[in-house]
């Protein structure tokens, strides 16, 4: 047996003293010794008791060390579980004591608080600082740079990743070995990536974009990473001449173009820009083609699925959709009441069947049975449609569709009208209770800088465009709109702002 994972994005570097990450210090980690860390890090865990099957629990920062202990899990057979950096010890105790996690990885700042809560649930602890010091890396100090690679099948686990839990408990997406192999080469040669790539990352790697596509991908293509500890505006301008490739969520790009420094000229060289995570407006789109020549590519993805849909490499990259199904993916569109597929053209549920697709919920059945068909088919929760030339575009959340007085609205296509009046620069769409209709619609307005949206004219531009039953009954201005940590908007949090705006006494 053989370790796939392992054995095809890392251990086929074995040696090589081709560059991997290159540093903000100018300093470069060749491809050998970066499995060198991962190698010393993997004989610590296997010291420490750890098993193949058992979960590592890891809350650190980014780092070169951090890419490493996901390196160690996979060369040693444990399911590695990153966690949000922004999480509260409360948090973290339901994650750990959810996975069973043997060993807990930590920020040196956390562990007085983690540390009491580790004893009692039975875990290990170590610490990783963002400098690359802590107890983890004095005892692999220690180690040898040769570890012996754990046999593991493609179906075995390799990784949890929790969702954002944004409607009861967080559940424990497993994934296994062979759902991010096969996501990741299916990606590296959908997007056409080679040795000669340099991949600009700026991404968190405690998510699927920053770890699962962006890594695995430049992994897998034999290219190296522009490896920056977070998305700082001055730091990616200056690092952009020296890369091929950018993956970034949109919130990257409305910050560069309001940077004058962020020119045609600085990215002539580029070969490829991704976005997802969240969806990016059309208007983004536009300028960012306008500004650089470069149209961005952008793709949909989940984190039971890993990437489902892509716009094309070569061909037409269609703003306002995500492409169509990656190789291998299978998609419908089906009634969420029935489980039906829709008729072409029409919105529905969007499921998918593949190679990418999760083994299910950890310790959840019944949430598994769920949402994962006895087929193979995952019903992800979102709405979409899918045009006459097989592209899809997502109109929202099943959670946030809104149903007033009997009728179906989707959030997404009175966002659209929102989106494109005078001074708004963005919007979201919501359903809060309504004694007459048991729901009704609110638009959120973010507005474009030192302007003041004309609220009359909007609502009598979406009454010229919608019909009266979408009208939004209320139009509500903010400065930002609350957002996750990969630029998601977090409507739960704007309809329990707003869950009493009709209700009377």
Not at 25 to 44: N, P, Y
Not at 220 to 242: C, E, N, R
Not at 326 to 348: F, N, Y
Not at 409 to 423: A, M, N, R, V
Request: hydrophobic letters at 40%.
């Amino acid at each position: 047996m053989a370790n796939p994972l392992y054995d095809r994005l890392f251990g086929r570097h074995a040696g090589q003293d081709t560059p991997f990450l290159h540093l903000p210090d100018g300093s470069t980690l060749t491809h050998a010794e970066f499995l060198g860390i991962a190698a010393r890090f993997a004989h610590v865990l296997s010291d420490a008791g750890l098993s193949p099957g058992d979960r590592l629990a890891a809350q650190v920062q980014k780092s070169p060390e951090a890419l490493a202990l996901y390196a160690a899990c996979v060369q040693a057979g444990i399911v590695f579980l990153p966690l949000n950096t922004a999480y509260t010890v409360d948090e973290l105790t339901y994650f750990i004591e959810n996975s069973g996690a043997a060993l807990v990885i930590c920020d040196g700042a956390s562990e007085t608080s983690l540390a009491p809560v580790a004893s009692s649930l039975g875990a290990r602890l170590m610490t990783l600082d963002a400098d690359g010091t802590g107890s983890l890396p004095e005892r692999a100090a220690r180690m040898r740079t040769a570890f012996d690679t754990v046999d593991c099948a493609p179906d075995d686990l390799a990784a949890f990743l929790y969702t954002s839990g944004t409607t009861g408990r967080s559940k424990g997406a497993m994934l296994t070995q062979k759902n991010l192999l096969s996501n990741a080469e299916t990606l590296a040669e959908h997007w056409r990536f080679t040795p000669d790539d340099v991949l600009l990352h700026a991404l968190p790697i405690f998510h699927t974009h920053g770890l699962f596509v962006a890594t695995n991908v430049t992994l897998a293509g034999g290219g190296s990473m522009i490896f920056l500890p977070k998305f700082d505006q001055d730091a990616v301008i200056a690092a952009l001449p020296g890369a091929t490739v950018m993956m970034g969520v949109p919130t990257f790009y409305t910050r560069l173009l309001d940077d004058p420094r962020f020119t045609k000229e600085l990215v002539s060289h580029m070969r490829l820009f991704v976005s997802g995570s969240a969806p990016l407006l059309s208007e983004t789109h536009v300028r960012f083609e306008d500004r650089t020549g470069h149209r961005i590519l952008e793709r949909y993805g989940m984190t039971e699925t890993n990437m489902n849909t892509s716009n094309p490499y070569e061909g037409e990259r269609r703003a306002g959709t995500v492409g169509k199904p990656l190789p291998g993916v299978e998609l419908k569109i089906t009634d969420p009441d029935t489980g039906r597929e829709v008729q072409q053209g029409e919105v529905g549920q969007i499921e998918v069947r593949g190679p990418n697709v999760f083994k299910g919920y950890w310790q959840m059945p019944d949430k598994t049975a769920a949402e994962l068909r006895a087929d193979g088919f995952f019903i992800t929760g979102d709405l979409g449609v899918v045009d006459e030339d097989g592209y899809v575009t997502i109109v929202g959340r099943n959670k946030d569709l809104i149903i007033s007085g009997g009728y179906n609205i989707y959030p997404k296509e009175i966002e659209l009208i929102l989106d494109d009046q005078p001074g708004v620069m963005e919007s979201a769409v919501i359903g809060v209770p309504h004694p007459d209709f048991g729901e009704t619609v609110v638009g959120v307005l973010v507005p474009e800088p030192g302007q003041s949206p004309d609220l009359d004219a909007i609502q009598a531009a979406a009454g010229r465009s919608l019909a009266r039953f979408k009208h939004p009954r209320k139009l509500i201005v903010l400065d930002e709109l609350p957002r996750n940590t990969m630029g998601k908007v977090q409507k739960n949090q704007l309809r329990e702002a707003y869950k009493d705006l009709f209700v009377t006494a």
